[in-house]
């Protein structure tokens, strides 16, 4: 059963706007939330998390909400770059049965184009 | 200077085979894991190994033997391999208790 969902397979935006990749989640004592991206060929790099404790964090072009009442995270891009363009994935853990246990989702292909 | 190397990038191997997957991180975590990525993207978790113990074996047939010599390794030895196998395994590595990990390249496991 997933208890991470990324119900959008793919995602185009046209360079310079804003990308929005959504993420929701069944299990109510995920207290942690992760996005990483990936490129062909290579391995998932970390690229912004968030604590149950917040509902926004930002780093650069990147923003991260969580609505913990719609379990629900989204990570924003602003502005889109075509390096952007790769598989992004959401995840998640819950501190109280392993911080190191992490759930993800089935990744959004974005592509942002020139 | 690569922070999670693993090898073989490629694997591709007969029904019934063993074969192994080595994983090494220079990054100093006490944490290593072993995920699979099957067909449909999926990516979960297979094993969690801290300072060589195992502290993660999520449901996964015991053909799949992770083995840590130290707590910069941890290779996945898998016995009598099935068409099902076929898939990308990630290596990752983290802090103790940290939540975000560092992932290797992946290998990619076919099965013939």
């Known amino acids: 059963d997933q208890q991470v969902k990324q119900n959008s397979p793919s995602l185009s935006v046209q360079e310079g706007r804003i990308s929005i990749l959504n993420c929701d989640y069944t299990n109510s004592m995920f207290d942690y939330f992760l996005w990483y991206k990936k490129y062909p060929a290579e391995g998932p790099t970390f690229l912004i998390s968030?604590?149950?404790?917040?509902d926004k964090n930002e780093d650069g072009r990147f923003t991260v909400f969580l609505n913990k009442s719609a379990k629900h995270l989204s990570l924003h891009i602003v502005p889109s770059q075509p390096g952007d363009s790769a598989v992004y994935f959401c995840?998640?853990?819950?501190?109280?049965?392993?911080?190191?246990?992490?759930?993800f989702g089935t990744g959004t292909r974005l592509t942002v184009i020139p | 200077d690569t922070a999670v190397s693993q090898t073989p990038k490629y694997l591709v191997t007969q029904m019934g085979n063993d074969k192994s997957i080595k994983c090494e991180q220079n990054?100093?975590?006490?944490?290593m894991y072993w995920y699979k990525q099957d067909s449909k993207k999926f990516l979960k978790i297979m094993f969690s190994y801290n300072n060589k113990e195992l502290i993660i074996n999520e449901t996964v047939p015991n053909r799949f033997s992770p083995k840590s010599p130290d707590k910069a390794h941890l290779n996945l030895h898998i016995n009598s391999l099935e068409l099902g196998d076929s898939a990308v395994y990630f290596c990752?590595?983290?802090?103790?208790?940290?939540?975000?990990?560092?992932f290797g390249p992946g290998t990619r496991l076919t099965v013939l």
């Open positions: 990752a590595s983290s802090r103790r208790w940290a939540n975000e990990q560092f």
């Open positions: 968030i604590s149950s404790i917040k």
């Open positions: 990054l100093g975590h006490d944490t």
């Open positions: 995840a998640a853990s819950a501190s109280e049965t392993g911080a190191n246990n992490l759930f």
